[in-house]
């Protein structure tokens, strides 16, 4: 059996030669190696998402402003820190009383219980965002530093990484922001308000005590009595709650989809480069005394998939809680949607606006849900791909290592 020639190297080959050569099957000295953000900077790509993130308070990170990931800061006396804690402190609160809520409540009907159980959770959710984030922020810049710096030999551009991550972050959270101002004005009988108003007669309608009465803490008023400064802020905890939720799961579907476009790259250049390299008859481009010999392509896509696979783990020890937390709420009130779509209640009977709102609301839902999937299930696929075409490698082109 011929020994394999391993002389030739793509720095042999001269620059008009080098130019025919596809971006994707091009590799670099160990010197200049590049990581998978080599045009695909997921911390570019996500910057947007990150910087409306210390909008509402959940990313306590200094820098944003800037491009470069190393930038990133965190410092706890900062006035961003210190509004993430704020936040934190606020949803313990509301976890809390609901609670507390819950337990008084005693023996009733499941559909009470549900109703009961609903705040819990959904502030439980918003407060597990909140403090994941505030607590293992240095865990999140570790895995940017680890994304950026893991040399991979052969890459391929993502250049509609940021295309999409905006389109996501854009679509879900506008969905969301407006889903939620449409069950903020029921809870707040705005509807009701407005008709009266219009009729020109008068009522003693109070949406605050109405918002308060009937919005995510409908139990409250057993241990606190109706206060308006109580009805404001529970509709800021609302939304820190709401908005906390749609980003641990967008965040997970931007991973997702960044990491399964690397394992996909990976896979069609061993398909197309390696395995079928013989489709390139005119020797031009893959001829084997100018391109990298058989032994070192294999080789190549071995290592860079050895690579991705330690940033897919390093990503599981941070993703893991995010993951089970979100498919836990999602499969939560995906349920609780479908028992009140079967025994609906008297407030959802005859109601345009609220048949519209739990559509919406169930679907928005499902959405998520089935972005994050698709996402996460592609990485496996394309992994198990690449495995099944490693099985290919000619024994000549095997190592040990």
Known sequence: ????????????????????????VRTESPGQKRGPSAGNDFYKAIRPF?????????????????????????KRTSVKSIISLLIIICLVFCVGVSLICLVMLGNKTVTELVWATNPVIFFSMG????????????VFRALLRKWHNSPLSVYTEDTSLKRDANLIFGIIFSSCILENLLQQAIKLSLFDWLQIKMNGTKTELNPLQAYYNTTTQPNWSIIIPYNPVFSVVGFIWNKCALYSWNFVDIFVILFARAMYFQFRAITSHT????????????????????????????????RDFETLCSVLDDAKRFLSPMVFSSYAVNLF??????????????????????????????????CRLYLLSLFASRIHES??????LYRQCPSDCYSMK
Do not use: C
């Not at 349920?335 to 709102?357: D, V």
């Open 1 to 24: 059996m011929p020994k394999p020639n391993f002389s030739a190297k793509l720095t042999d080959l001269n620059p008009s030669e080098l130019r025919n050569v596809p971006a994707s």
């Open 50 to 74: 990150l910087i409306f993130g210390r909008i509402i308070g959940i990313v306590p990170l200094e820098g944003l402003g800037q491009k470069n990931h190393q930038l990133l800061t965190f």
């Open 127 to 138: 407060l597990f965002g909140y403090s994941y984030m505030y607590w293992r922020n240095e």
């Open 271 to 302: 398909e197309q480069h390696v395995i079928n390299r013989a489709a390139a008859t005119d020797g031009s481009i893959y001829s084997s005394s100018e391109m990298l010999t058989d032994y070192d392509k294999w080789q190549s896509v071995s």
């Open 333 to 366: 009130f995906v349920i609780i949607h479908l028992h009140m779509g079967l025994t609906p209640t008297e407030e959802f009977k005859n109601s345009a606006a609220t048949e519209l709102y739990r559509t919406w609301s169930f679907l928005h839902i499902l």
């Open 383 to 388: 992994a198990e791909e690449f495995v099944e």
